[in-house]
Every structure is written in structure tokens, then in C-alpha cells.
């Protein structure tokens, strides 16, 4: 179920169902959209976190340009929720 979660965050515009997780599953959500574009991450943890994928090829600072119109959108919608589930704690 997570991996089609995350899945879903590149190709697909996610629901609100889709974003009552945890925030741990948020942030990794979020953060692979970024990834799956190259993104050199700034912290040991995440970079890490992506390293150990074969697709993930870190190089640019910056992938707003590179993201689709539906990426861009679930970046957005992740951002929004992140809050309300530090709040909610909605792990499932």
C-alpha cells in the first residue's frame, strides 16, 4: 500500500485519503518527488535515504522546474497536511 502511495505522488494527483499517514510517510512522499527528479538533498538523512535506489542520481539544487504540473500540485497539498499530521498522528 505505501509503494502505491508513493507511486502515486509522481503520477497521479493524490486525494485526501492519500494523505491521512503518518508524517514520517508524508515527508518520505514529498521528498521522493523531489528525488526522482535529482535532487542533491541537503541533509545526510535523506540523501541517504534515496541513495541506496539505483534511479536516484543526485544533481541539481533546485527540480521545481523539473516537476510536472500534478508533482507540483501533490508537493503542495503534502505541505498543507504535514502540520495537521504532526497534530493528528494518522499512521495506519
Known amino acids: 500500500p505505501l509503494r502505491r502511495q508513493r507511486q502515486m505522488c509522481i503520477r497521479d494527483r493524490l486525494k485526501d485519503g492519500d494523505l491521512q499517514v503518518a508524517q514520517g510517510e508524508l515527508e518520505y512522499m514529498r ?21 541506496m535506489y539505483d534511479w536516484y ?12 504540473k500534478i508533482e507540483r500540485e501533490n508537493v503542495k497539498r503534502i505541505k498543507m497536511v504535514e502540520p495537521y499530521a ?3 498522528d494518522w499512521g495506519r
Open 31 to 51: 521528498n521522493e518527488i523531489y528525488a526522482r527528479h535529482g535532487y542533491a538533498f541537503k541533509t545526510k538523512e535523506w540523501a541517504n535515504t534515496f541513495a
Open 57 to 68: 542520481m543526485p544533481c541539481y539544487t533546485n527540480v521545481e522546474g523539473r516537476l510536472s
Open 86 to 88: 504532526q497534530k493528528m
